[in-house]
T-cell receptor
């Protein structure tokens, strides 16, 4: 089971782009990378998932280099409401029990 | 569509008492998860069901925790007897097999 390492916390200002990097040196061939967002007093919410190169949706972009040993979640033009904890998970979809290890996450604080 | 429902939202009990949590997943989601989230930490998987069968319960403290999912829909998680260290938020999540989990609001348990 691939272990992930993320910064404990990050600060940013409204309107800036925020990049959160996750290290996963032991990622396996069939593993995907998934990011979740969690606000206080709520359950985590799926943000984005990818396997390689770049994935973009209406909320974020996910950049994965060729060696896949790390990934970067990019949040464009953050607002105060993006203050949350962001979790990076690595595992194989459809493989029961393989993708369910949350680390400590990165606590993002967006300031006015 | 309706999200994952959990009840109660809050529960306060004395140590050595029993408590039960209920979860109703999103309709059609075959996989259901229970997580424990201690303050300041990421969610920790307790048990995973596929329909009404257990896929992974390796981190469930079976001497005091039990869970069931009758008819492959609703699920209950029980703690008997509770300990002080069981104070946490208990999250239920469901998915249809592609690892985009949908989380409920959680039940905040305080053991005194």
């Amino acid at each position: 089971l691939a272990k992930t390492t993320q910064p404990i916390s990050m600060d940013s200002y409204e309107g800036q782009e925020v990049n959160i990097t996750c290290s996963h040196n032991n990622i396996a061939t069939n593993d995907y990378i998934t990011w979740y967002q969690q606000f206080p007093s709520q359950g985590p919410r799926f943000i984005i998932q990818g396997y390689k190169t770049k994935v973009t949706n209406e909320v974020a972009s996910l950049f994965i280099p060729a060696d896949r040993k790390s990934s970067t979640l990019s949040l464009p033009r953050v607002s105060l409401s993006d203050t949350a904890v962001y979790y990076c998970l690595v595992g194989e979809p459809h493989n029961a029990g393989n993708m369910l290890t949350f680390g400590g996450g990165t606590r993002l604080m967006v300031k006015p | 569509e309706a999200g994952v429902a959990q009840s109660p939202r809050y529960k306060i009990i004395e140590k050595r008492q029993s408590v039960a949590f209920w979860c109703n997943p999103i309709s059609g989601h075959a996989t259901l998860y229970w997580y424990q989230q201690i303050l300041g930490q990421g969610p920790k998987l307790l048990i995973q069901f596929q329909n009404n069968g257990v896929v992974d319960d390796s981190q469930l403290p079976k001497d005091r925790f039990s869970a069931e999912r009758l008819k492959g829909v609703d699920s209950t998680l029980k703690i008997q007897p509770a300990k002080l260290e069981d104070s946490a938020v208990y999250l239920c999540a469901s998915d249809w097999g592609v690892n985009e989990q949908f989380f409920g609001p959680g039940t905040r348990l305080t053991v005194l």
